[in-house]
């Protein structure tokens, strides 16, 4: 069973940094590329970023790209979103999801999800 259990988020000033965590079984790291997913109020899901399993290579949706950078630590078996430089426009619900591609919208939403955690962008 795959399971992904986010935390990190909250309440930051533009301009401000927070990382994200998902944790998640060596099973999944081995097997599924992991990504982050938002959901702003009203709109649909964003594919955020995205860490293959096999080689590492990453996605950035363009919107975050220079600001957020995705890792993983397998000896954690956690999957983190560094964000900096955080603008009011990146508040939302943060999800961890697998499987995930390089993509920003998907026509078929990954299989499974977190349980998601607020990021809050405001002064």
């Known amino acids: 069973q795959v399971q992904l259990v986010e935390s990190g988020g909250g309440v930051v000033q533009p301009g401000g940094s927070l990382r994200l965590s998902c944790a998640t079984s060596r099973f999944t790291l081995d097997h599924y590329a992991i990504g982050w997913f938002r959901q702003a109020p009203g709109k649909e899901h964003e594919g955020v970023s995205c860490i293959s399993s096999t080689d590492g290579s990453t996605y950035y949706t363009d919107s975050v790209k220079g600001r957020f950078t995705i890792s993983r630590d397998n000896a954690k078996n956690t999957v983190y979103l560094q964000m900096n430089n955080l603008k009011p426009e990146d508040t939302g619900i943060y999800y961890c999801?697998?499987?995930?591609?390089?993509?920003?919208?998907?026509?078929?939403?990954?299989?499974?999800w977190g349980h998601g955690t607020q990021v809050t962008v405001s002064s």
């Open positions: 999801a697998a499987p995930c591609s390089s993509a920003s919208y998907y026509t078929v939403l990954p299989e499974y």
